[in-house]
């Protein structure tokens, strides 16, 4: 029995089914400081600022949980602005005249604030056990360290040094967005045309009914890639400013048409990938399940 095999599938299903639970806390998350605000707001004259701001705290952290840390940071400022306009006299009005009510909010802050931080500091760690896992050798802590320094020069690099890096990511992103959908249209095509499931050890055999590679997915990938950085622009990104060259053929108003930021590309990578998969590919996959499965092979102890 292969115990491994067992355990990352359990894994795997584990995590599918904690996944929709996730997702109705990170909307409940996303909700807590409006919905927090009209409570508040409707028993004004029953609970006093001290709750208001613990209760905003609660949803600082709730945040931090399941969304990271810029969702919680994002609560964290909408948080203070919210206790200081409706709860913090003179209402509606970002001013405290009382400085115990200054004090409150600034409490606040800075719990929310180290509570973030506190996230961080574990992000740091996950990722570097992530650089464990992909072969450096060097102790927990210093894989760490090593992360946290990264991430460092980064944000210094970006607010400093590179104010214009949202748009060149923003252009990357999407550059690798188009790549992903013509990649993620191959494999939904084979997965749909699929009656079988996939044998798991032909997938790790290069003499497997799979093969090695495949010309056609990869062919269609790098083809469904091509026309699809076609169709999107990325004008804030100099490098990528080569992108959308297929507009003005396609009668789309060229890189400056109406079309312009609609990214077309994506979609066209995805269809395109999905069809070609579907049409030229069927009878490999029909011949693929006609297959017996190898018998499975006996590992010496």
């Known amino acids: 029995m292969d115990t491994r095999k067992g355990s990352i599938t359990h894994v795997c299903h584990v995590r599918s089914e904690r996944r929709p639970g996730r997702l109705i806390l990170a909307g409940l998350a996303a909700v807590f400081a409006p919905v927090a605000t009209v409570v508040l707001a409707a028993t004004r004259g029953d609970v006093n600022l001290t709750s208001d701001v613990l209760t905003f705290l609660v949803g600082v952290i709730l945040v931090a949980l399941v969304g990271g840390f810029i969702p919680a940071l994002l609560e964290a400022v909408a948080g203070s602005l919210l206790l200081n ?73 970006i607010v400093f040094a590179k104010q214009d890096f949202l748009a060149q990511f923003e252009g990357f992103l999407i550059t690798v967005g188009v790549l992903i959908a013509a990649w993620c249209g191959v494999f939904l095509g084979d997965l749909v045309l699929r009656s079988k499931d996939y044998s798991d050890d032909d997938l790790f055999r290069n003499s497997g009914r799979y093969g090695d590679i495949r010309l056609i997915p990869v062919v269609t990938t790098v083809v469904a890639s091509v026309i699809g950085w076609g169709l999107v622009t990325n004008s804030g990104a100099s490098w990528l400013t080569w992108q959308g060259y297929l507009l003005g053929p396609f009668h ?50």
Do not use: C
């Open 85 to 157: 306009w409706f709860f913090t006299p003179p209402v509606h009005q970002f001013t405290i005249a009382d400085a115990n009510n200054a004090w409150a909010i600034g409490v606040f802050i800075i719990v929310a604030v180290l509570g973030i931080v506190g996230g961080a500091v574990l992000d740091i760690y996950s990722s570097g056990l992530a650089l464990l896992s992909a072969g450096l050798k060097i102790p927990r802590y210093a894989a760490a360290g090593v992360d946290g320094v990264i991430m460092l020069l980064g944000t210094i690099y």
């Open 252 to 301: 789309l108003g060229g890189k400056t048409g109406n079309w312009e930021y609609a990214n077309l590309g994506v979609f066209a990578a995805l269809v395109l990938g999905f069809l070609v998969t579907i049409i030229f590919t069927s009878a490999q996959v029909r011949h693929q399940e006609e297959i017996d499965p190898a018998p499975a092979t006996l590992s010496s102890p």
